[in-house]
């Protein structure tokens, strides 16, 4: 079965870092696209950042503080965060997906940028 498990999240000075870390199983993990997504309390989720073989793109909030980058031998993509800011609060999420007909999410991860 498809599993996706994200861990990293916690609690972190703004202007400090934090990596994230989604581990993929049951399925080719080199053959999907992975992205990172985040929902702040009442607020709509929205995509962080997403790589596809060697290409990467990013939300405009985090570019340059955000990199996405994955392991295909290790089933795993990361989300390393610098100088993260309070806006960044939010659960994250780790989704894989092929085409719009498949796709598969973690259960997420809480980011919680605080003094």
């Known amino acids: 079965q498809v599993q996706l498990v994200e861990s990293g999240g916690g609690l972190v000075q703004p202007g400090g870092s934090l990596r994230l870390s989604c581990a993929a199983s049951?399925?080719?993990?080199?053959?999907?696209?992975m992205s990172w997504y985040r929902q702040a309390p009442g607020k709509e989720r929205e995509l962080v950042a997403r790589?596809?073989?060697?290409?990467?793109m990013y939300a405009d909030s985090v570019k340059g503080r955000f990199t996405i980058s994955r392991d295909n031998a290790k089933s795993t993509v990361y989300l390393q965060m610098n100088n993260l800011k309070p806006e960044d609060t939010a659960v994250y999420y780790c989704?894989?997906?092929?085409?719009?007909?498949?796709?598969?999410w973690g259960q997420g991860t809480q980011v919680t940028v605080s003094s």
């Open positions: 049951g399925f080719t993990f080199s053959r999907y696209a």
């Open positions: 989704k894989a997906n092929r085409s719009f007909r498949e796709e598969y």
């Open positions: 790589i596809v073989s060697g290409s990467t």
